[in-house]
T-cell receptor, first 113, second 117 residues
Framework: GNSVTQMEGPVTLSEEAFLTINCTYT??????LFWYVQYPGEGLQLLLK?????DKGSNKGFEATYRKETTSFHLEKGSVQVSDSAVYFCALRYGGATNKLIFGTGTLLAVQP | DAGVTQSPTHLIKTRGQQVTLRCSPKSGHDTVSWYQQALGQGPQFIFQYYEEEERQRGNFPDRFSGHQFPNYSSELNVNALLLGDSALYLCASSLLQGARTNTGELFFGEGSRLTVL
């Protein structure tokens, strides 16, 4: 079936370090891929998305490229800030008129000053 | 513009009881989805409502049911509560996927945290 696998956390980085959070997926067809972020005490927010192979989603300095050949959608940021501390979820959506997302287990990022 | 609002924010029930959670979608949205997020896990899709009907369902038992009202708000009902139903329940709203103006983004509420003792 369709699934998403994320690297396990927590990931602890110093401010201004480079961030990579790995995400791979299993899906039939051509899913859309998403990164959502959950800040402490808040709901999930869409961070970025890509809807077809080789698309690059970007937002707030974060980037992820839809790689169909490796079935991956790794999240990267060149220089993290303390305010980026949150839980990051990779997700996929497949099919037509559906809002069903399949999420990974989430990766906790802690950025230290 | 209010986003997705959910109530209550926290509640405690005992095994065997029933619970109703409520959700008001973001203004302009017509589709509501419910997710269950167990501690340390990603959200899992329960079901989706559009035009007051359940349109798609995840792998959850019939104890989980819902409703959508003409104003697009929604309720999630869980009967015969089990300890394993303890989780954060998230509501998400959007325009129906495929609608011409749909950007594909789901907007999530902050959730209702249910504890079953």
């Amino acid at each position: 079936g369709n699934s998403v696998t994320q690297m396990e956390g927590p990931v602890t980085l110093s401010e201004e370090a480079f961030l990579t959070i790995n995400c791979t997926y299993t899906a039939t067809g051509y899913p859309s891929l998403f990164w959502y972020v959950q800040y402490p005490g808040e709901g999930l927010q869409l961070l970025l998305k890509a809807t077809k192979a080789d698309d690059k989603g970007s937002n707030k300095g974060f980037e992820a490229t839809y790689r169909k050949e490796t079935t991956s959608f790794h999240l990267e940021k060149g220089s993290v800030q303390v305010s980026d501390s949150a839980v990051y979820f990779c997700a996929l959506r497949y099919g037509g008129a559906t809002n069903k997302l399949i999420f990974g287990t989430g990766t906790l990022l802690a950025v230290q000053p | 513009d209010a986003g997705v609002t959910q109530s209550p924010t926290h509640l405690i029930k005992t095994r065997g009881q029933q619970v109703t959670l409520r959700c008001s979608p973001k203004s302009g949205h017509d589709t509501v989805s419910w997710y269950q997020q167990a501690l340390g896990q990603g959200p899992q899709f329960i079901f989706q409502y559009y035009e007051e009907e359940e349109r798609q369902r995840g792998n959850f038992p019939d104890r989980f049911s819902g409703h959508q009202f003409p104003n697009y708000s929604s309720e999630l009902n869980v009967n015969a509560l089990l300890l394993g139903d303890s989780a954060l329940y998230l509501c998400a709203s959007s325009l129906l996927q495929g609608a011409r103006t749909n950007t594909g983004e789901l907007f999530f509420g902050e959730g209702s945290r249910l504890t079953v003792l």
